[in-house]
C-alpha cells in the first residue's frame, strides 16, 4: 500500500492537472480508466443517480477490490483534511430492489426500470461491512460505509447521504 503522503501528493497532481476527457473536470479525481467526484449533498439513494447522471457519469459502480481501495483512500483522506462539509456515508450504485438479496449495478439507473433490463449487471463484487448486509427495516440500497472502513453497508433508498460519481473516460 502507498503512504498516505503520496498519495495525497498523487490525488493533488491529479486534482491540478484535469482531466480532458473527464465529465467532472478538475473536480475529478482518476483511476485507471475512470474518474470520479465525490459529492457531498445530501441526497436520497434515486437522487444520487440522477445527479450523476446530469453531470454525466453515473452513480458509481465498485467492481474490483482494486477500485475500492483507491475509493476508501479518498474518502478517508477527505474525512481527515477537508472540513467544508458534514461526514457521511456515500451512496454507491448497488442495489437489490428488482430482486431481494441479489445485488446488481442498475445500469438503466432507475428503481422502477424492469427487471430483464439488459444493462442490469449482478455483482461479482462485493464487500460488506460487519454486520451487513442486516435489510433492517428494508434496505434496498448500497453505500461506502463510514463506521465500517467504508465497506459496503444497506440502508432504505430514501435515505440521505453523500454520493460518488463515476465517468469512463473516453466513452
Ligand atoms: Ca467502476
Ligand atoms: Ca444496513
Redo the contacts with the bound molecule.
Keep these: 500500500m502507498l503512504p498516505l503522503g503520496l498519495v495525497v501528493a498523487l490525488v493533488s497532481l491529479t486534482l491540478c492537472e484535469g482531466q480532458p476527457n473527464c465529465h467532472f473536470g478538475s473536480k475529478g479525481v482518476t483511476f485507471g480508466e475512470s474518474c470520479y467526484k465525490f459529492v457531498h449533498e445530501h441526497l436520497s439513494w434515486p437522487e444520487a443517480v440522477t445527479y450523476c447522471v446530469a453531470l454525466g457519469g453515473e452513480l458509481v459502480r465498485i467492481e474490483s477490490a482494486a477500485e475500492h481501495n483507491f475509493l476508501i483512500q479518498i474518502a478517508k483522506q477527505l474525512k481527515q483534511n477537508d472540513t467544508s462539509f458534514d461526514i457521511k456515508d456515500y451512496w454507491i450504485n448497488l442495489s437489490d430492489v428488482i430482486v431481494q438479496g441479489e445485488w446488481a449495478w442498475l445500469g438503466n439507473t432507475r428503481l422502477d426500470a424492469p427487471s430483464d433490463s439488459p444493462s442490469n449487471e449482478l455483482a461479482s463484487y462485493v464487500r460488506w461491512g460487519p ?6 427495516p428494508r ?1 434496498d440500497c448500497v453505500g461506502l ?1 463510514l463506521q465500517g472502513d467504508f465497506l459496503f ?3 432504505p433508498c430514501s435515505t440521505r447521504l453523500h454520493a460518488i460519481c463515476e465517468d469512463s473516460m473516453g466513452h
Design positions: 454486520t451487513q448486509p442486516d435489510n433492517t434496505e460505509w453497508g444497506d440502508w
